[in-house]
């Protein structure tokens, strides 16, 4: 399961073929390097592959793919983009880590992909027109700044998007994502309560839940998909910040959650820290044990019947803000130590 770059990418579909390149063993530094002819933006950390942005012609939103640790280790399913054996192809719109929602003024932006029925197509969103605004390389960070828009499967367009991606290596190995997106309302935009949002990455095998019992969950459209049993060698294991453990980590709040497994021997773990500054904060976890794990601030009502709908509006002309840190770790965190990171990360972003 420990999958190096070179052998995890090969057969990626044409839209964007060709495999995340190294960059040169005397290129330091976090490199980050576009490729619009190919729909793609490379990512080095010290002159090895970290991840890409890409916006594959496949895929109906762009997305960050694949994730690897600074061991070498991917820590993203392959499906759809470059399948593995043995893994899960259920929910192809799982590809990487991405950023959307399941009901925007009653379309459906989280669950669209080419597998979608032309019958159902119209109630669908897609996140297009990307645009690369700037990249910057640096000794140790390197930014990207793009844009895109939200448009209804009736051709509207809702939302335009524009995404500041801060790469960086931390002082322990430790690979971090900062995605700070920001929304501006083109028309009046509604976030009807849904559980499929907001940032969304769906991992590797070995990052699955060992006690997952699989099930049929439908999307908002109420479209069911079946998810089969956890299969060996699935060692994932989801924590809160709120001491909330394993499968009962869905639809509980926290200011962060990790998810840690081991994979020839070796123990990885993924953290996603929400911010105080974004709207629905703390934000609900939408964390299931076949491999999706996501933070949803915006499904209140749907993950706590007691709550009344939250229903997030931008009115037309306003914006939003949404900002989230990723980090890679080849190795076990403490609540300490997440707590540590998620106040340094609060703290990082205060002024803005």
Not at 64 to 90: C, K, N, Q, W
Not at 122 to 141: A, L
Not at 237 to 262: F, I
Not at 268 to 278: E, K, R, Y
């Amino acid at each position: 399961m420990r999958n190096l770059i070179l052998t995890s990418l090969l057969a990626l579909p044409m839209a964007f073929s060709g495999v995340l390149h190294a960059a040169p063993p005397s290129a330091s530094g976090v490199q980050v390097t576009p490729d619009v002819a190919q729909r793609r933006v490379d990512i080095t950390i010290d002159g090895k592959p970290f991840t890409s942005y890409i916006w594959p012609t496949t895929q109906k939103k762009a997305v960050l793919y694949p994730l690897i640790t600074s061991d070498g280790i991917t820590v993203t399913r392959g499906f759809p983009l470059a399948p593995r054996p043995g893994e899960r192809v259920d929910h192809p719109h799982h590809a990487g880590l991405w950023f959307n929602y399941g009901n925007v003024n009653g379309f459906d932006f989280w669950n669209n992909s080419d597998a979608i029925p032309e019958a159902r197509r119209s109630k669908m969103g897609t996140v297009h027109d990307v645009k690369i605004v700037s990249s910057t390389s640096g000794h140790e960070s390197g930014d990207l700044v793009t844009e895109a828009t939200w448009t209804t499967g009736e051709g509207q367009d809702v939302l335009q998007q524009t995404t500041r991606y801060v790469f960086s290596k931390g002082p322990h190995g430790e690979r971090i994502v900062d995605t700070i997106v920001t929304l501006h309302a083109l028309q009046k935009a509604v976030f009807n309560d849904d559980k499929e949002g907001l940032l969304g990455m769906r991992v590797a095998h070995f990052l699955e839940s060992p006690t997952e019992k699989g099930g049929i969950f439908n999307d908002a459209s109420g479209h069911p998909t079946k998810t089969a049993d956890a299969a060996p060698g699935a060692t994932g294991v989801y924590l809160t910040s709120e001491g909330v453990k394993g499968d009962a980590v869905w639809s509980t709040r926290g200011r962060w959650c990790t998810l840690t497994g081991e994979t020839d021997g070796k123990t990885v773990a993924i953290a996603i820290i929400d911010h105080p500054g974004n709207p629905g904060y703390p934000t609900y976890w939408h964390a299931r044990g076949y491999g999706l794990f996501a933070a949803n601030p915006l499904g209140r009502s749907i993950f706590d019947k007691k709550e009344k709908p939250f229903n997030f509006t931008i009115e037309q002309g306003k914006e939003a803000t949404f900002r989230y840190r990723v980090l890679l770790l080849d190795r076990a965190t403490t609540p300490e130590q997440m707590n540590h990171a998620a106040d340094a990360f609060a703290a990082l972003y205060k002024a803005h």
